[in-house]
């Protein structure tokens, strides 16, 4: 009876993880399938704690408490704007928790182990320490503990591809001969560094394809666990979570006009000399702006489209992006908001600050659909973004960026960038957009600058 009533509640959870996941097609539904799949979890994990051969509770009850205790303060205390270096956070203790579940299933058999279950156990445990060490270079790159540029070597492709080869080869081998205990540690061993190898050499750029990727492999893991414990529920989670995770680090890569291949071995920009040369090329000709220009050309503006970019994130400024938007639609201007899937530093990260901030949804158009509307607008507000707004990556064949779809910003009446320094973005090259005769320069911090906006539009309507 009991396990009857465990894979009814594992097909319900599996079901409500379904539609949760199809839920976050639009923000709209997103709040629901958040929801929905935080019930499937809930469920998931009562039912595997009423499974007969668990004998005792005192345990789960500490790593219950503990792990409840981490999530609350993560969630109380890390600001939006890191929400990409949690995100790594999580996938690496996900990546962790699913290969010690493979050390811990192939300990307890002592290695005897039939082989499609080996199999599963060698693949949960690799993919698990590749998504761990690999989910911690990339939360160390996001957080500059780490260099964020391509850490190469001359050797890190042959490298790369030596230890997958050898750890698969050692998956392999022990599915024939799985009480070898050496050569699994030594293939745990060999993803442990993989993880850390494969991250390393990739640029910031890419860093949001990598967080997708990683959780993509982290599902992989999941779904391998699920196999090597018989565990329906684990298999389905899993295999959604890892296709989900594929597909989006495939839509990511076209916005970057990137390929895989590119994103695992290759560096996005060049750190070397022209893309400083682009830089000082950008910083003898472009307009310094006074928030006294800015609040001419707004003051006269009938349509605005705000661009954010990861500047907003970094000076916390969306709320201050939302108080100016408010100010400008009392006036009668209509606001839009321009969201590049690869603005910041994980796909949607624009969307949830904005969101935050409680900007309508309607409000936030993705670039095929606004694309067009920069033509007929008076004043492209650029909030921290760059590359994305870059025309380089449309008319310089020899670009770094060339082919990456970006937002026409130029194409607007007017163009206002909120920017802190001349610094180039992670593409790591000028941006010539700043040198174009209808874009002014607001140098300075992004949230003090718009509430300077704010205070002299509340003066002027007083």
Known sequence: MTTSFIELAYFIASLLFILGLRGLRSPETGRRGIGLAELAMLIAITATLLHNHLVRY???????LVGSTIGIAMAIFIPMAKMPERIALSHSFGGLAAALVGVSEYSRHGGALAAGKMAAIGFEVMLGALTFTGSLMAFGKLQGMIAERPLTHR?????NVLLLAGAVAAIIYLVSYPTDQALFYAMLGMSFVLGILVVLPIGGADMPVVISLLNSYAGLAAAAT???????VLIVCGALDGASGFFLSIVMS???NRSFINILFGAFGQEGESANQGSRSASRSLLSAT???ALVVLGSARSVIVVPGFGMAAAH???????????LEQRGVTVKYAIHPVAGRMPGHM???LAEANIAYDHLYDIEAINDEFAGTDVALIVGANDVVNPAAKTDLQSPIYGMPVLNAEQARSVIVLKRSMNPGFARIGNELFTRP???MLFGDAKETLMQLVRALKKDEG
């Open 58 to 64: 005192d345990w789960i009850i500490v790593g219950v």
């Open 155 to 159: 050797f890190q492709n042959s490298l």
């Open 226 to 232: 699920g196999f090597a414990l018989s565990n329906s």
């Open 254 to 256: 076209k916005a970057m």
């Open 291 to 293: 928030i006294g220009d």
């Open 317 to 327: 400024a969306q709320h201050a992006v939302r108080e100016l938007a408010d100010l």
């Open 351 to 353: 969307n949830v600050l």
């Open 438 to 440: 209808n874009t002014m």
